[in-house]
């Protein structure tokens, strides 16, 4: 068998049903193979909108999503979605076309040095430079990509190898991957820790959106009834509608999630690596704080905040042997009647009922009118913190957003992978202009694939994040944000053969919502929003959550 | 000193992978020492550095990598000396721990020694 028809194979083998791929010289063995195969293969416009597509479609599978891309550009031009996979832990296979083995290192046409340029972009990468290899390494890319901690693993695939005859007996190969040690020898100080704290508070993160325990991580909020606080990653792996869960902590979030984070005395934090973002000043967080730090990966624990009590293992284990463990509870009526109340006070709904629209208005919308197994991704920026804050992820409605690169132009390309994994749910993408421009040529993937997603595009002209800063911070000394030529988006989406409808009214907001719903081709909604509305509240860089820029938040602050 | 011992599949890229580790954090290294070890398709990496937080710091992460089979830090105590001296009785090989070997050339006074301290 050649080695192009092993990779058809071992693919098809992995249960893989979709590709999202662009071809190249180096690859036109494979694509040959590829005629006739079961799998789909979507041809996304630019290679990382192909690995965005991917990483969507991994967020809302849970299996390994796969993308193509040929050698030299085809490689460095998948190097951003690789890392956006990367800092979320989104388990992906990349596979690059390489020069043939024989001129590899000579500068051949299209040559780039691939494996160098993925390799502190991915869980692990491969070069294959032997025949032998291909199989077992194809196998060991999938299992690497969802043992333990996932991420990207990518597979570098020089021509020759296509090729070359691969020998049955190499096919047949096993393959294990050790699994990573679970340490759970700190349990029962975990347990005493949490039965003995007075406020005690989890930290949701993005883990457990992974390990799918925020069922598991509701009930120990119950049993110990201490408030669930998320970070942006793990927005929606428990239900925001649920009296103990707070919402999204951190920069931009919520007064009372933030409240609850720095007043609590017992901080059980699970698969999060406390970023920057989510801990502001590191020196001043949880000052007073005792940590209980629980991750799949033993390198989290202790590498940003010195956990006290490290707990290695997967989410949903580790809180089922909480679970178990926990007998003496204190009662605690006190601390959660306390943030109950908070809550109440921090829960304004911002219908915000003035022109130009506020962009708080429609992601209120949105919370109103999309089902409850909606998938709705963001984009990068303001428009990712307005969706972060105001909308209402519960039951069975998901959140995908790059949280950990921050790359503009994810939300767009992830919708169609995730709009792929689970076509029956609605999926719409909360966009920027700014963002949307970036990747605006995948227009012609969603409709040539018929793949209808929603765009709710807040469409302000401005690349509003920076600009926000540039405004707090410089002084108002704005430089390189206006986006003052952009296209008409209704005329740039209908050109590619979507539907648009521009929305310049608060009042027109929720219809254009359901049209946008009804739609079966991939449809824009450009709503021109207010370019002077701020993502406010926010606790400046650097500066402990203590330190507020307030905004229209009416929040009293845990009236201290 | 700080002295970090790993086993890993010999392979190209290998090196690579484990020294963007340091390279990330900021971790100068003084020493590396790498080549094939007694199994077969397996090499043994060998690196010092002064910084014992970093070193702390980056094991986990080392450990970590699909080609690192094991890391560790070399405990102190473990440093092996070992020497040859040249004195009437002729030529005198000792080994045992850096302060025993120390401890007997300074006893026996030899006319000539090599020391290789922390041979590991």
């Known amino acids: ?31 040959d193979e590829l005629v006739g195969s079961k799998m789909r293969h979507i041809l996304p416009r630019h290679e990382q909108c192909g690995a965005h597509m991917a990483d969507g479609y991994a967020r809302v599978s849970k299996r390994p999503g796969v993308c193509i891309a040929t050698s030299g550009p085809g490689a460095t031009n998948l190097v951003t979605g690789v890392a956006t996979a990367f800092m ?27 494996f160098s340029l993925m390799m502190p972009i991915t869980k692990h990468n491969f070069r294959i430079t032997e025949t032998r290899a291909l199989p077992e390494t194809m196998k060991r890319a999938f299992l690497i990509a969802t043992t333990g901690r996932y ?37 029962l100080d975990a347990v005493k820790l949490l039965e003995e704290a007075e406020r005690p508070t989890i930290l949701v993160g993005g883990g457990v959106a992974w390990s799918r325990a925020g069922p598991e991580i509701t009930q120990l909020a119950e049993l110990l009834t201490a408030p669930m606080v998320t970070t942006l990653m793990a927005k929606g792996s428990v239900p925001e509608d649920h009296p103990l869960v707070l919402g999204v902590c951190g920069m931009h979030g919520r007064q009372v999630a933030n409240y609850a984070l720095n007043n609590c005395d017992v901080l059980l934090a699970i698969g999060t690596r406390f970023s920057d973002r989510v801990t502001g000043k590191l020196s001043e967080f949880g000052v007073q704080t005792k940590v209980v730090h629980v991750d799949i990966d033993s390198s989290e624990i202790g590498k940003n905040v010195k956990g006290r009590v490290g707990l290695v293992g997967d989410a949903w284990t580790v809180v089922n042997a909480l679970i178990a463990g ?215 860089p650097g500066k402990s959550s203590s330190e507020w820029i307030r905004g229209r938040c009416r929040w009293k602050g845990g009236g201290e | 000193m700080e002295v970090i011992m790993m086993l890993t599949y010999d392979q190209p890229g290998v090196m690579q992978r484990v020294m963007a580790e340091f390279t990330k954090r900021k971790i100068n290294v003084d020493t590396i020492v790498v080549g094939p070890c007694e199994t077969p398709e397996r090499s043994r990496i060998v690196i010092s550095l002064r910084d014992y937080d970093a070193a702390m710091g980056v094991i986990e992460h080392l450990r970590a990598l699909q080609e690192v089979i094991e890391a560790d830090m070399v405990d102190h105590r473990r440093h092996e000396g070992y020497a040859i001296t040249l004195s009437k009785g002729g030529v005198c090989r000792i080994t045992g721990s850096v302060e025993e070997v120390e401890a007997l050339i300074k006893r026996s006074e030899p006319d000539k020694y090599i020391e290789v301290v922390n041979a590991i």
């Not at chain 1, 050649?2 to 083998?13: D, M, P, Q, R």
């Not at chain 1, 303001?382 to 949280?403: L, P, V």
């Open chain 1, 1 to 31: 068998m050649k080695g192009a028809k092993a990779v058809v194979e071992l693919l098809e083998k992995q249960k893989t049903e979709v590709l999202f791929g662009i071809p190249g010289g180096v690859l036109l063995p494979l694509y």
């Open chain 1, 88 to 114: 979320d832990s989104s388990p992906l296979v990349a596979i690059t076309g390489q020069v043939a083995t024989g001129v590899l290192g000579n500068d051949a046409f299209q040559e780039a040095d691939s």
């Open chain 1, 151 to 187: 991420g990207p693993v990518h597979i570098d695939l020089p021509m020759d190898i296509l090729q070359q005859e691969v020998a049955d007996e190499d096919m047949k190969k096993k393959v294990r991957v050790p699994k990573p040690r679970r340490n759970l020898s700190g349990l």
């Open chain 1, 326 to 540: 926990l007998k003496e509870r204190k009662k605690r009526a006190n601390w959660k009647d306390r943030i109950i109340e908070l809550k109440k006070e921090c829960t304004c709904d911002y219908d915000l009922k003035s022109d130009p629209i506020k962009p708080q208005k429609v992601v209120h919308e949105m919370s109103v009118c999309l089902p409850d197994d909606a998938i709705v991704t963001t984009e990068v920026g303001q428009n990712q913190m307005w969706a972060s804050h105001f909308y209402r992820c519960y039951g069975k409605r998901m959140f995908i957003t790059s949280g950990g690169l921050g790359t503009m132009g994810f939300g767009f390309p992830a919708a169609l992978g995730a709009k792929v994994a689970r076509p029956e749910s609605i999926v719409a993408d909360i966009a920027g202009d700014g963002s949307l421009q970036m990747v605006s040529q995948e227009f012609a993937t969603a409709v040539e694939n018929d793949i209808p997603v929603i765009i709710c595009l807040m469409n302000n002209g401005w690349l509003g994040m920076v600009k926000q800063w540039q405004k707090l911070f410089y002084d108002k000394r704005y430089n390189a944000t206006n986006l003052g030529k952009s296209p008409d988006f209704v005329k740039l989406a209908e050109a590619y053969g979507a539907e648009a409808i521009r929305v310049e009214r608060h009042s027109e907001v929720s219809d254009a919502l359901k049209e946008g719903m009804k739609a079966d081709v991939p449809m824009l909604l450009d709503f021109v929003v207010d370019p002077e509305e701020d993502v406010l509240p926010m606790t400046p």
